[in-house]
């Protein structure tokens, strides 16, 4: 199996960027950059500050636990070759995080789901800023802006994501990001909607949503 180094060139502990983009914001009339880096230890609280919020405590599952029970599991897919974690800066502000796992990895639930994955495809978890420290259309942008990293990639195959089936903004969100959805799915923490995107399709819509 294709470790997830190869495609990303894993780096933890250190916030050199392995995607940057420098852009005008045309909504916003303002110069943009958007950066995604690895996950640092620094990250955690943020993190544990945004999994228990109103609109994404439900599905993240954090509720009474501690930041340190967050760390260990986020440690724990540091530490698997077959995932990666991520994060999205706008303007030097952390605004995501975004798990990325190979499909037949160890700990993927998907492959079984999935009966022509390849070791190249992988799935994804999507987890955004309050909506309060964003604005309108960010979620789009900074999920397309990870897309445009990852099929970069010459080893990149096809990108799955798996959102809760209630969570209607994740599921609105992977529809207006170009994923087309596949089928129900019941994994061990939840129901779910899987979405595939190629990276064809991607390369197709990508004018669709200006980065």
Not at 38 to 44: C, M, N, P
């Amino acid at each position: 199996m294709q470790a997830l180094p190869i495609l990303f060139l894993k780096t933890y502990g250190s916030e050199r960027p392995i995607y940057q983009k420098t852009f005008t914001h045309e909504g916003r009339g303002e110069p943009a950059e958007i950066i995604f880096r690895s996950f640092t230890a620094k990250d955690v609280f943020q993190i544990f500050h945004w999994v228990n919020q109103p609109y994404s405590a439900r599905f993240w599952q954090m509720k009474g636990k501690s930041p340190y029970t967050l760390r260990e599991q986020l440690t724990e897919t540091m530490q698997d070759p077959n995932a990666y974690i991520l994060i999205g800066c706008y303007n030097g502000k952390p605004v995501c995080e975004i798990d990325v796992y190979q499909v037949k990895g160890k700990t993927s639930e998907l492959d079984r789901y999935i009966p022509n994955a390849t070791s190249a495809d992988c799935g994804l978890h999507f987890l955004m800023a309050p909506p309060k420290q964003t604005f309108k259309g960010l979620s789009t942008m900074m999920l397309r802006a990870f897309m445009d990293a990852y099929f970069a990639y010459p080893y990149a195959g096809d990108l799955y994501a798996e959102p809760d089936e209630l969570n209607t903004l994740a599921n609105r969100l992977a529809l207006r990001s170009g994923f087309s959805f596949q089928k129900r799915i019941n994994l061990s923490d939840k129901m779910a909607s899987l979405y595939r995107i190629t990276k064809t399709e991607f390369l197709a819509r990508a004018p669709q949503t200006p980065l």
